[in-house]
Antibody, heavy 116, light 108 residues
Framework: EVQLVESGGGLVQPGGSLRLSCAASGFTVSSNYMSWVRQAPGKGLEWVSV???????YYADSVKGRFTISRDNSKNTLYLQMNSLRAEDTAVYYC??????????WGQGTLVTVSS | QSALTQPASVSGSPGQSITISCTGTSSDVGSYNLVSWYQQHPGKAPKLMIY???KRPSGVSNRFSGSKSGNTASLTISGLQAEDEADYYC????????FGGGTKLTVL
């Protein structure tokens, strides 16, 4: 059974950092495209970042230069390192498998709140 | 990239059919047959309902169907049921993914 479990969310001050994790089971993270998608409170979905199976990474303009997506193949885990956090980064962050231009499996999400 | 345009809300009675539109541009929806649709119940993760414009994943009811005309994709739900009440999001590939703003479906 495929499962994605995010962790690492919480309350952080503006300018601070946080690292999100997404532990996968039932498939191999390194063999797939994996994305982070976020949802601000009461708002819609926003694509954040993707890492390809070959290791290439891409980011939304809103997070470019501040966020870094990575993976640990030995732990079958995806990460999102978030630096220089802003109030507008407050959202539930989902990891999702990006399989042929569709997000077929999603985690339950982890809430990041940026506030002083 | 700008978000795709969806109506904020739609409603229908049980048993009826509704259609949710998703309007993009010739650079996203119009260029690729790669629109997907997601259902999201409150407090839950999104669920894939339609991919590549009109294909249904295994386990998704055939009451859900997708289509595209020009720069606009559509999701149709027939035989509305109470459990269909949720938010629905379209998504298109355009170099990267772009989502619609979401549509709240109310089953009256």
């Amino acid at each position: 059974e495929v499962q994605l479990v995010e962790s690492g969310g919480g309350l952080v001050q503006p300018g601070g950092s946080l690292r999100l994790s997404c532990a996968a089971s039932g498939f191999t993270v390194s063999s797939n495209y994996m994305s982070w998608v976020r949802q601000a409170p009461g708002k819609g979905l926003e694509w954040v970042s993707v890492i390809y199976s070959g290791g290439s990474t891409y980011y939304a303009d809103s997070v470019k230069g501040r966020f870094t997506i990575s993976r640990d193949n030995s732990k079958n885990t995806l990460y999102l390192q978030m630096n220089s956090l802003r109030a507008e980064d407050t959202a539930v962050y989902y990891c999702a498998r990006d399989y042929g231009y569709k997000y077929d499996y999603w985690g339950q999400g982890t809430l990041v709140t940026v506030s002083s | 990239q700008s978000a795709l345009t969806q109506p904020a809300s739609v409603s229908g009675s049980p048993g009826q059919s509704i259609t949710i539109s998703c309007t993009g541009t010739s650079s996203d929806v119009g260029s690729y047959n790669l629109v997907s649709w997601y259902q999201q119940h409150p407090g839950k993760a999104p669920k894939l309902m339609i991919y590549e414009g009109s294909k249904r994943p295994s386990g998704v009811s055939n009451r859900f169907s997708g289509s595209k005309s020009g720069n606009t994709a559509s999701l149709t739900i027939s035989g509305l049921q109470a459990e269909d009440e949720a938010d629905y999001y379209c998504c298109s590939y355009a170099g990267s993914s772009v989502f619609g703003g979401g549509t709240k479906l109310t089953v009256l």
